[in-house]
C-alpha cells in the first residue's frame, strides 16, 4: 500500500504521529516522543516489508494494522485511554488474538502453499492458534521491559493484568483458529472468513496448490 492509495484514516493517524513526535520535541518530552516514533514507524514497518517480499496486503489488513498499532501505544499510553476506559485494553487484546491468529493462519497455509491435503485442517487451526498465543506472550515481555526500563505502567496491575490478557489472547486466538478451520472446510465464506479469501485472491501466486473452487 503506497502513500497515494492508503486510506484517509491512515494519513490522518500518520499525521497525528508526525505532530506529536513534533510537539513532544518542542516540549522535551522524550518519554512521548519515543512512543510516538515507535508507533509511527511500527505502522510504516509491515508495509513495506511486504512490497519487498513481494506480498500484496489487502486495504483493510493494512488498515487495520495502523489502526491497532496506534490505539494500542499513542492513545493507550500518551493519551492514557487503558486508564479513562476500563475496556480499553481487552478490546485490544481480543482484537489483537483474532488479527494475530488470523495472521497465523494465512502464514501457515502459505508455507502448504494452499495444499488443504498437505494437513489437516485442524493441525493448521491449532498452529495459527499457537502463532497468536506467542505473540501475545512476547507482548507481555515487551510491556514488563517497557516497565522496568522506562518507567511506564504498561501491565497496569502486574501479574493479574497479564494473566487477564493472556487469557483474552487465548479467547481470540480460539476464535480465529476455528475461522480458518470453517474456512477450510466449507465453502461458505462469510465473516472473518473473507479476510482469509481477501489475502488469498491478492496472493494468488503464493497459494499455487490450493484447489480453484476455494
Same mark, same amino acid.
Given at each position: 500500500?503506497?502513500?497515494?492509495?492508503?486510506?484517509?484514516?491512515?494519513?490522518?493517524?500518520?499525521?497525528?504521529?508526525?505532530? !506529536?513526535?513534533?510537539?513532544?520535541? #518542542?516540549?522535551?518530552? /522524550?518519554?512521548?516522543?519515543?512512543?510516538? !516514533?515507535?508507533?509511527?514507524?511500527?505502522?510504516?514497518?509491515?508495509?513495506?516489508?511486504?512490497?519487498?517480499?513481494?506480498?500484496?496486503?489487502?486495504?483493510?489488513?493494512?488498515?487495520?494494522?495502523?489502526?491497532?498499532?496506534?490505539?494500542?501505544?499513542?492513545?493507550?499510553?500518551?493519551?492514557?485511554? #487503558?486508564?479513562?476506559?476500563?475496556?480499553?485494553?481487552? &478490546?485490544?487484546?481480543?482484537?489483537?488474538?483474532?488479527?494475530?491468529?488470523?495472521?497465523?493462519?494465512?502464514?501457515?497455509?502459505?508455507?502448504?502453499?494452499?495444499?488443504?491435503?498437505?494437513?489437516?485442517?485442524?493441525? &493448521?487451526?491449532?498452529? !495459527?492458534?499457537?502463532?497468536?498465543?506467542?505473540?501475545?506472550?512476547?507482548?507481555?515481555?515487551?510491556?514488563?521491559?517497557?516497565?522496568?526500563?522506562?518507567?511506564?505502567?504498561?501491565?497496569?496491575?502486574?501479574? &493479574?493484568?497479564?494473566?487477564?490478557?493472556?487469557?483474552?489472547?487465548?479467547?481470540?486466538?480460539?476464535?480465529?483458529?476455528?475461522?480458518?478451520?470453517? #474456512?477450510?472446510?466449507?465453502?461458505?465464506?462469510?465473516?472473518?472468513?473473507? /479476510? &482469509?479469501?481477501?489475502?488469498?485472491?491478492?496472493?494468488?501466486?503464493?497459494?499455487?496448490?490450493?484447489?480453484?473452487?476455494?
Amino acid at each position: 500500500m503506497s502513500l497515494r492509495k492508503a486510506p484517509v484514516i491512515v494519513l490522518l493517524i500518520w499525521s497525528a504521529l508526525l505532530l !506529536s513526535i513534533i510537539g513532544s520535541i #518542542y516540549r522535551q518530552n /522524550w518519554s512521548a516522543l519515543f512512543i510516538s !516514533s515507535g508507533t509511527l514507524f511500527l505502522t510504516w514497518l509491515p508495509i513495506n516489508y511486504a512490497d519487498r517480499f513481494d506480498i500484496k496486503i489487502p486495504t483493510r489488513f493494512a488498515t487495520a494494522v495502523v489502526v491497532f498499532i496506534f490505539a494500542t501505544l499513542f492513545l493507550g499510553e500518551i493519551q492514557g485511554f #487503558y486508564a479513562r476506559f476500563w475496556w480499553w485494553d481487552v &478490546i485490544l487484546h481480543t482484537g489483537s488474538a483474532i488479527a494475530f491468529g488470523l495472521f497465523g493462519f494465512i502464514l501457515i497455509f502459505m508455507l502448504f502453499e494452499g495444499d488443504r491435503f498437505a494437513a489437516p485442517p485442524i493441525a &493448521i487451526a491449532f498452529l !495459527s492458534f499457537c502463532v497468536a498465543m506467542a505473540i501475545g506472550a512476547i507482548w507481555e515481555i515487551f510491556e514488563f521491559s517497557m516497565d522496568q526500563f522506562l518507567g511506564m505502567n504498561m501491565q497496569k496491575s502486574g501479574l &493479574i493484568d497479564t494473566m487477564w490478557d493472556l487469557i483474552v489472547d487465548a479467547v481470540g486466538a480460539f476464535f480465529a483458529a476455528c475461522t480458518g478451520f470453517l #474456512y477450510l472446510k466449507t465453502q461458505r465464506k462469510t465473516g472473518l472468513g473473507l /479476510w &482469509i479469501k481477501a489475502f488469498v485472491d491478492k496472493n494468488r501466486s503464493r497459494f499455487r496448490k490450493l484447489d480453484d473452487k476455494m
